[in-house]
């Protein structure tokens, strides 16, 4: 049916009351004064855009009370650095501010104040300064300096780079498998266990964490073992306790020393890491330094060789510790004496005495320690040199006579093999030194793109460590 409509005046209010809706909706309201209302209402709902913002308060320290968000502004004359276009004092700072410690312990370690813990921004790291130099300064440990030279001597040069490449390869392809880990899927802060018990479940992720713990435990004792061996072998030799009796320091030594630089470590740990974190860069340095030295020693043996020798009576070693003079007999005042040497093997100082066999058969050879990259010693160093416990370091170049009866009654004066060596015990005592590949992505949660900084990190400090 047909529906009639009837047409109303609408007549404007210019004094903007509203005493004719107060009265009983007697006089009618403008259309135009309810839409300019709706968008006041709009207007004061919705906040100022980003330009205007930008214009109205152009510094960040403003006097108004209001908190104005900053993000995503290329506010230039007020950041310190910029991530769009890094350049040295960014290095510089971020170097600056480099830490070893893995995640959530700074923020274990802040104190308390006034019962209100305080609460601690952790700065988002990138691949280098978050996993680079973290997996350098855990691979680069105490056998690289200790024991990588005495497998080049056992081992030779050749079977070494076998032993060298066999363990960087097995590391690389675990750094590969990690990565691949990493990239599949979003990196959750909480480290390889974590990382990998929720991408492979709580089997690989329980066992992978019990290896992961014990590796630690043990390295910790392996690089305690490196310190005090270094004290009491080159840094303080007479600090030994515990003698035999041919007054050699015994394993007694490692166990006492050891222990103290156990508790002493607990010690810090309790009181704080954060004091120790501020000196990770510097103990960086020092290994990267020291790596540098070695470089810088072998380049110099090409223009000078350094003034350490080497006594051989024949073909053998002797310990140069237990005397000063590589001679049977020197004149002192216009006198021929006998020497510290000759007491050792002969029964009396006069030069009648009776001697030892093999030392009146052979003279005495005096042959720099450190012969140097031109003296042909890489061409005698190529094959290996295995061989049981107790036997003579010989050098294969230099001939001696043997007696007939042969005596053992001097051979403490000597250098002998301390163990048995083979290929295979020379790559388990190495393999230790290219381990500490996971310190890098165990601080995930305080990298900035952990997807892309763990594969790029690890495998370039891998990389770098192997041509080390």
């Known amino acids: 049916m047909p529906t009639n409509f009837t047409v109303v005046k609408v007549e404007d209010m210019g004094d903007g009351s509203n005493s004719g809706a107060a009265a009983g909706g007697s006089r009618p309201i403008s259309l135009d004064k309810v839409f300019q209302d709706e968008g006041d209402i709009t207007n004061l709902q919705e906040p100022e855009s980003d330009e205007n913002l ?8 403003s006097n108004n009370d209001e908190d104005h968000s900053y993000d995503g502004k290329n506010m230039a004359l007020y950041e310190e650095e910029m991530d769009s276009t890094p350049m040295v004092a960014s290095l510089l700072n971020k170097l600056a501010n480099y830490t070893n410690l893995t995640q959530g312990v700074r923020e274990h370690e802040e104190a308390e104040d006034g019962g209100r813990r305080v609460a601690v921004m952790v700065p988002q790291m990138g691949t280098f300064v978050g996993v680079y130099l973290p997996c350098m300064q855990n691979i680069l440990g105490v056998i690289l300096f200790l024991r990588l030279t005495w497998i080049v001597g056992t081992a030779g040069i050749l079977e070494s780079f076998a032993i060298v490449s066999m363990c960087c390869i097995c590391t690389l392809l675990t750094a590969i498998s990690m990565s691949a880990i990493a990239t599949n899927g979003m990196v959750p802060a909480g480290g390889s266990y974590y990382m990998i018990s929720r991408s492979l479940g709580p089997e690989f992720g329980g066992a992978v964490g019990l ?3 014990l ?7 392996l690089y305690i073992l490196g310190t005090i061996e270094i004290l009491l072998t080159y840094i303080v030799p007479t600090a030994t306790i515990f003698k035999d009796n041919n007054g050699e320091a015994t394993p007694n030594n490692m166990r006492v020393y050891g222990t103290c630089c156990l508790l002493l470590m607990a010690l ?4 704080g890491v954060k004091y120790v974190n501020k000196l990770a860069l510097v103990f960086l340095s020092c290994v990267v330094l020291s790596i540098m030295a070695i470089y810088a020693g072998a380049i110099k043996t090409l223009i000078e060789l350094p003034e350490f020798s080497v006594c051989l009576l024949g ?3 002797l310990k140069n510790e237990l005397f000063e003079s590589c001679a049977k007999m020197e004149v002192l005042n ?3 004496v006998t020497t510290d040497l000759w007491n050792f093997f002969c029964e009396s100082e006069y030069g009648n005495a009776t001697c030892d066999e093999f030392f009146t058969l052979n003279n005495l050879t005096e042959i720099p320690a450190i012969p140097g990259l031109l003296s042909g010693v890489i061409k005698d160093n190529l094959w290996s040199n295995y061989g049981p416990a107790g036997m003579v370091i010989e050098k294969n170049n230099l001939h001696s006579e043997s007696p007939q009866i042969p005596s053992t009654d001097r ?5 002998f093999n301390d163990i048995t060596t083979y290929f295979t015990l020379l790559v388990g005592i190495y393999f230790p030194s290219v381990t500490g590949i996971m310190a890098g992505s165990n601080r995930s949660g305080d990298l900035r793109d952990a997807q892309r900084s763990i594969p790029v990190g690890t495998i370039l400090a891998i990389l770098t460590t192997s041509f080390l």
């Open 268 to 271: 810090v740990v309790f009181v």
């Open 215 to 221: 590796g630690t435990t043990f390295a910790g004792s």
């Open 334 to 336: 216009n006198n021929s």
């Open 54 to 61: 930008k214009e109205s308060t152009p510094f960040i320290n």
């Open 315 to 317: 073909n053998r070693s």
């Open 211 to 213: 290896c992961f713990y």
């Open 411 to 415: 051979d403490q004066y000597f250098v």
